[in-house]
């Protein structure tokens, strides 16, 4: 199997406080791992890339400083926001990838952020 | 660069009817992987299907069935005998095999209606 773990499955949260959200490949080993964001009735965009051990590669226009992204182990990657704003409402998707190069990614059932 | 595009934003069939998702893709690679995922309610993303541009057999899954047409650049995927189950947005994506670290570009979605 391929099975790809988020928690929490959904956050409200204050304006101004930071949300961390993880994702954890259960039963294989990601080498890469992706973080995704998708708006209502809109497909998914690729926030950033992460790689076990190395920073981060984010896509052009997502700011690094508010979305940090932390790729601890081959099997955990966190996605955190800082001072979250209401327009960072939004749900959040993570993959994995189990191999290297070009392969299927799967994905997690996703978080709901709501900041009010 | 890469581009998929799903035409169709929105399909309602009604059950045990056959239906269609339409996709067609724009990229200079030569080599690339095509996916489809399937988005239900819930939000997980569940992998589908992963084609090769080496390989255009057709396949088929059950009730699910691919066309891959190098030729047109195109992905279409059919479901016959439609089930309410069915219901959810349909995604189409692909991924240059070429070159290391490569992202998957998604459509924009189908969703997919099946009344009862």
């Known amino acids: 199997g391929a099975v790809v773990s988020q928690h929490p499955s959904w956050v409200i949260c204050k304006s101004g406080t930071s949300v961390k959200i993880e994702c954890r490949s259960l039963d294989f080993q990601a080498t890469t791992m992706f973080w995704y964001r998708q708006f209502p009735k809109q497909s998914l965009m690729l926030m950033a890339t992460s790689n076990e051990g190395s920073k981060a590669t984010y896509e052009q226009g997502v700011e690094k400083d508010k979305f940090l992204i932390n790729h601890a182990s081959l099997t955990l990657s966190t996605l955190t926001v800082t001072s979250a704003h209401p327009e960072d409402s939004s749900f959040y998707i993570c993959?994995?990838?189990?191999?290297?190069?070009?392969?299927?990614?799967?994905f997690g059932p996703g978080t709901r952020l709501t900041v009010l | 660069a890469q581009k998929v595009t799903q035409a169709q934003t929105e399909i309602s069939v009604v059950e045990k009817e056959d239906v269609t998702l339409d996709c067609v893709y724009e990229t200079r690679d030569t080599t690339y992987y095509l996916f489809w995922y399937k988005q239900p309610p819930s939000g997980e993303l569940v992998f589908l299907i992963r084609r090769n541009s080496f390989d255009e057999q057709n396949e088929i899954s059950g009730r699910y069935s691919w066309n891959f047409q190098k030729s047109t650049s195109s992905f279409n995927f059919t479901i016959t005998a439609s089930q309410v189950v069915d219901s959810a947005v349909y995604f189409c994506a692909l991924t240059p095999l070429s070159g290391g670290y490569q992202k998957v570009t998604f459509g924009t979605g189908t969703k997919l209606q099946v009344i009862p």
């Open positions: 993959s994995a990838r189990k191999g290297v190069g070009t392969d299927t990614q799967y």
